[in-house]
């Protein structure tokens, strides 16, 4: 049977296709994509690209079998699929950043600024404080720059672009990195197709 | 908001796939009260305490507050609501229920999913043995059958297979052993399981995650344990059970997943199609069931389908062309027989045969007139 792929589109596509040909993928078509999407040119495999947030829409609708996704959406989007397997791609971490006036352990509730406010939440969670979290799209650095928020909490892969911007690290968060995520019922109805996948790339994984 | 619009997550059913409904949902209660079943009716909303025993807590309720300002919520589950009945009326068991109604369950706003699902299903309560198990699957599986789901595959697990391999092993990181299983999370499982001493089970820990399929494969797997075979003496004999009575029926086994609720206690089933993206059932064996609602265990046995998903899942029959039936107002009887006889016919409720015309035309029916036979 056929296997369908959803994969999120750009960089982590670009860190992933390498894996996935070393699993035995024929990427090529992807790698050479143009404006296409949609892959079904190769009959085990069936492979769309998507947003993020999207793989996981389609996976838990059953549109799709497989979701190739960061850590960082499934765990913000509180995925109820399987999260089979760390593809150890992507690799980068969330951080709690500010300028280096911030305090920490100022007494008043602090306001941070995040594209992620599920994981922000869980965070101050974990450490026994109530925050007030504003969510912001994308660009996250401003917010403490102009005085929107007190700091924010976001991913960062090298901490260049918190740098330039004048921001330090005040604590590591969960580290994020590409995951395989199952949808349940597939597992069952393509198990040895899944877990042939599967186990060729945690091969892959090993060789690397 | 709009009163045009509908809220999030709900639908009007109307048209071939609820018409199927209908019909599927008849067909069934058919052959249960054909078994002997009883039709059994809870209200749509109850207490939330009700439904304490779930896993997660129903947050994923619609909740409201009643005058007293206690938590109602639209029901999530219909087999708590029966455990509720049971234990508060003073029914003696054994007693054999059979429903048909809504659950309302949130899902993630604008993902494509609904909130009210139809399921319609049975309770066997107070029988301890197998058999209970064996008249629910059979009940299922002759269903499928009528229904001509010739490539249902039946999947069988045991609500305490996990936990007693588990008991077998050290007691370090258990619980989070059992979380990574259950999420089949294979990349924190396996560096657990390099924690843990080697030992007699170890090969089999390794391939527990993919502990699922065909049913001899799987039993074939198992270690020899005796506590660990002595666990699947049920799962074994109701597969002999099933080879020798569904045929037709694909086996497979699951000993690597979570119980779809806390209060499952032995065997635990599903049946679902190939292409399918749900189960069309799903069901096991409960004796916790009662136990938020009073002291005492009491053995129960339930199982229901996903009505939508069964409609879903039915082939979609070309429907036949439409008839109308037009006639004067000494011709009721005559036109109400012909009704009955007739397949997709309705009357034509206009005044004169021009309307009628009129009408048939625009919903491309066949026109019969029976104003002409009339007596004059």
Same mark, same amino acid.
């Given at each position: ?5 959803? /994969? ?10 390498? #894996?996935?040909? &070393? ?35 389609? #996976? ?13 959406? #499934? ?9 089979? /397997? ?34 922000? &939440? ?19 650095? #401003? ?23 004048? /921001? ?34 945690? &091969? ?5 | ?63 409201? +507050? ?9 029901? %999530?589950? *219909? ?13 003696? %068991? ?39 198990? =064996? ?19 039946? @999947? ?5 297979f996990v936990d007693t391999v588990l008991a077998q092993l050290p007691a370090t990181n258990q619980a989070a052993l ?24 170890? $090969?089999?820990?390794?391939? =527990?995650? =993919? *502990? ?46 979570? !119980? %779809? ?5 032995? +065997? ?21 069931? +009662? !136990? ?27 429907? @036949?062309? %439409? ?5 004067? $107002?000494?011709? =009721? ?13 309705? *009357? ?18 066949? +026109? ?9």
């Amino acid at each position: 049977m056929t296997l369908k792929i959803a /994969l999120t589109k750009g960089r982590t596509e670009k860190q992933v296709l390498p #894996l996935l040909e &070393q699993a035995g993928m024929t990427v090529a078509p992807i790698r050479n994509k143009g404006r296409r999407l949609i892959f079904n040119d190769d009959p085990q495999y069936h492979t769309i690209l998507a947003k993020g947030p999207d793989v996981l829409t389609y #996976l838990n609708r059953g549109a799709m079998d497989i979701g190739i996704v960061g850590s960082d959406i #499934l765990d913000e989007q509180r995925n109820p699929q399987y999260d089979m /397997l760390d593809l150890k791609t992507g690799q980068c971490r969330f951080v709690l950043a500010s300028t280096a006036d911030f305090d920490p352990g100022q007494t008043r509730r602090k306001i941070i600024a995040t594209k992620y406010p599920n994981i922000t &939440q869980d965070y101050f969670a974990t450490i026994g404080e109530d925050v007030e979290i504003i969510k912001i799209e994308g660009s996250v650095e #401003l917010a403490p720059l102009v005085g929107l928020a007190d700091a924010i909490v976001d991913i960062v892969e090298t901490g260049s672009t918190l740098r330039e911007n004048n /921001l330090q690290v005040f604590a590591e968060l969960q580290p994020v990195s590409t995951h395989l995520v199952v949808n349940r019922l597939a597992l069952k109805q393509k198990q040895s197709e899944i877990q042939a996948l599967i186990q060729n790339l945690q &091969q892959a994984i090993q060789e690397d | 908001m709009s009163k045009r619009n509908l809220p999030v997550g709900t639908r009007d059913e109307f048209g071939p796939e609820t018409e199927r409904k209908a019909q599927l949902t008849q067909l069934l209660q058919e052959r249960f009260t054909q078994q002997g079943f009883h039709p059994i009716k809870t209200p749509v909303m109850e207490y939330r305490a009700v439904f304490d025993a779930m896993a997660p807590t129903p947050e994923n309720a619609y909740q409201f +507050l009643e005058e007293t300002g206690e938590t109602l919520v639209l029901r %999530p589950d *219909l087999t708590l609501p029966i455990a509720r009945v049971m234990s508060t009326t003073g029914i003696t %068991p054994p007693t054999k229920w059979c429903y048909t109604g809504d659950v309302f369950r949130i899902k993630k706003r604008h993902s494509g999913g609904y909130n009210q699902i139809t399921q319609s299903g049975v309770e066997i309560i107070g029988y301890q043995s197998l058999k209970a198990e =064996w008249e629910c699957l059979l009940l299922a599986a002759g269903i499928c059958a009528e229904l001509q789901l010739t490539d249902v595959t039946l @999947e069988l697990s045991d609500a305490s297979f996990v936990d007693t391999v588990l008991a077998q092993l050290p007691a370090t990181n258990q619980a989070a052993l059992k979380q990574a299983l259950f999420n089949k999370d294979l990349t924190a499982y396996d560096q657990l399981l390099k924690r843990l001493p080697k030992g007699p089970l170890t $090969d089999f820990l390794a391939d =527990w995650p =993919w *502990l699922f399929g065909p049913a001899d494969q799987v039993l074939a797997k198992l270690p020899a344990d005796a506590t660990i075979q002595a666990s699947v003496a049920d799962l074994r004999k109701t597969i002999s059970f099933l080879q020798a009575n569904c045929p037709d029926l694909q086996l497979t086994i699951d000993l690597s997943s979570q !119980s %779809p609720q806390p209060y499952y206690t032995g +065997l635990v089933f599903h049946g679902y199609r190939p292409e399918a993206n749900d189960y069309l059932f799903s069901g096991g064996r409960y004796d916790r069931l +009662l !136990s938020s609602f009073q002291q005492t265990r009491q053995p129960a046995v339930g199982f229901s389908f996903d009505l939508d998903a069964l409609a879903a899942t039915l082939p979609q029959k070309a429907p @036949e062309k %439409p008839t109308l039936i037009y006639f004067t $107002d000494n011709q =009721w009887a005559q036109a109400q027989a012909l009704a009955a006889k007739t397949p997709n016919a309705s *009357l034509c409720l206009a005044d004169s045969l021009a309307a009628a015309t009129r009408q048939a035309q625009s919903l491309g029916a066949t +026109l019969l007139d029976l104003s002409q036979e009339a007596p004059q």
